[in-house]
């Protein structure tokens, strides 16, 4: 069994400036170099805080399914306070304004019960007040849920990983509407997704996914920024197996990189 180091007890100057380090190595193409220092982080933070398992992944094509939980719960809790600042006026983050659109243009709810998978500060919530009835958040990071909380839009709240929890007796489905906006990124292969997904749903339950895109033939891979990036042709079959019918399907703009946007899908399904 493999010892892990609880995060008190890790030196974080050390790592910090280890990961300096590799990330200058990485910027100048010292991949070699980059690669054996991400790998010492690794080897004194096992849980992976800082998520170089996905630079890794990046650099040496080693397969990862999915991001570190660890490193998603300090990423977002770290940022609390400053999410929707930093992801709605500087990243130009609208996901959530763009799945309640797509769900009145096709005229579909109100649902009577609604499940927020990765609900961050309510976001989802917010936007889809109006078609919404009883509401329901999942999000690894706790500082996020607890600002959630203050909305009081939320009738049950639930700290811990969103895939995970669709297997769970916590879950208490089905649901009529099911949203995932901005969490394909940290999950590289969908297919546990996809399988809860359909474990809290019924016949004509409706879930709306966001993804990261690429144009390569690969299924998912890492991108520069540390998130997963999925092909459309991937998520097409996933919604064929699983018994989705895809009711709305558009190229959007997921959010800025550097003020560069990032192409990625919205998808509005419909269970067959």
Not at 43 to 72: C, F, I, M, Q, W
């Amino acid at each position: 069994m493999q010892n892990t180091a609880s995060p008190d007890q890790i030196d974080w100057d050390a790592i910090d400036s280890l990961y300096d380090n590799a990330r200058d190595a990485d910027v100048t193409g010292d991949t070699d170099r980059a690669i054996a220092l991400y790998r010492q982080i690794l080897g004194a933070d096992p849980d992976d805080h800082l998520g170089v398992s996905l630079r890794l992944a990046r650099l040496t094509g080693e397969p990862l399914k999915n991001a570190p939980s660890a490193y998603v719960a300090t990423l977002f809790d770290q940022h609390a306070d400053v999410f929707e600042t930093i992801l709605v006026d500087e990243l130009g983050y609208t996901v959530p304004l763009l799945i309640a659109e797509a769900l009145r243009d096709l005229k579909l709810g109100p649902f009577p019960t609604f499940l927020d998978l990765g609900c961050g500060t309510g976001l989802c919530a917010t936007a889809l007040e109006t078609l919404t009835e009883t509401r329901t958040g999942i999000d690894l990071a706790p500082t996020m849920v607890e600002i959630a909380d203050e909305l009081e839009l939320y009738q049950n709240l639930y700290t811990g990983d969103a895939v995970a929890f669709l297997s769970s007796e916590e879950a208490s489905g089905p649901y009529d509407l099911i949203t995932a906006a901005d969490v394909l990124p940290y999950l590289g292969d969908l297919e546990p997704l996809f399988v809860g997904l359909k474990a809290q749903t019924k016949e004509g339950s409706v879930i709306a996914l966001s993804s990261e895109s690429h144009d390569g033939p690969e299924p998912f891979l890492v991108g520069e920024h540390k998130r997963f990036a999925h092909s459309p042709t991937y998520l097409t079959k996933l919604c064929d197996r699983h018994g989705w019918t895809i009711q709305q399907r558009d190229a959007i703009t997921v959010r800025l990189e550097q003020d560069e946007p990032v192409p990625g899908e919205l998808i509005i399904a419909r269970r067959d």
